[in-house]
């Protein structure tokens, strides 16, 4: 069997294989199952009701970060610097999209690959900054709110510094495979 299929028949068989686990699990600790899914699912829509204002406020601070310009005024303030480090013009964007939003870089990465393709080097790059990125303000606000932290101390700036290395990282990587 190909390496290819062998990960196909694992990647189908993983849903299923974690769902009995989970189930001879609490069969064997006698654990009330129904009561404890109906129990967690309760809390879930409560963590959801309590997080709502923050994900309304990240959404609409990335729909005026976005319509206002600023992005494309970030983007022209750092390309001379990014240019000097390699990184492709063109993915400035989701460079500066990344941390902010999810959906807003994956916006930004569908538009890459439409325009210069899935295999030119500014695709593989966007791809590859895309996975190894993290929706760093998104992730602080749901989290975070939702434990009522106000002093995020050192998380900001060491997300960013990691948000700059995989961005560098990306580059360099697809840099060295396919050119």
């Known amino acids: 069997m190909s ?8 990647s189908i068989s993983m849903i299923p294989v974690m769902i009995s686990i989970i189930l001879l699990h609490g069969s064997l600790h006698k654990i009330e199952l129904y009561d404890a899914f109906v129990e967690g699912a309760g809390e879930g829509f409560k963590t959801a009701i309590r997080i709502m204002p923050y994900l309304v ?3 609409l601070a990335v729909g005026i970060f976005r ?3 600023a992005m494309d005024l970030f983007t022209q303030l750092l390309a001379p610097v990014t240019n000097f480090m390699g990184i492709p013009e063109e ?12 959906s807003g870089a994956l916006g930004v990465v569908q538009d890459l690959v439409g325009t210069y393709g899935p295999d030119s080097f500014i695709g593989r790059v966007a791809s590859t900054m895309m996975g190894s990125a993290e929706t760093i303000f998104y992730t602080m606000g749901i989290y975070f709110g939702a434990i ?30 396919f050119r």
Do not use: Y
């Open 3 to 10: 390496m290819v299929k062998l990960l196909s028949v694992l």
């Open 57 to 59: 406020a990240v959404f």
């Open 67 to 69: 319509e206002s310009g």
């Open 91 to 102: 993915v400035l964007p989701l460079v500066l999209m990344r941390p902010i939003s999810g």
């Open 148 to 177: 009522a932290v106000k002093n995020t101390r050192h998380t900001l700036a060491a997300a960013l510094v990691s948000h700059l290395a995989a961005v560098v990282a990306s580059v360099v990587v697809c840099t060295l495979i």
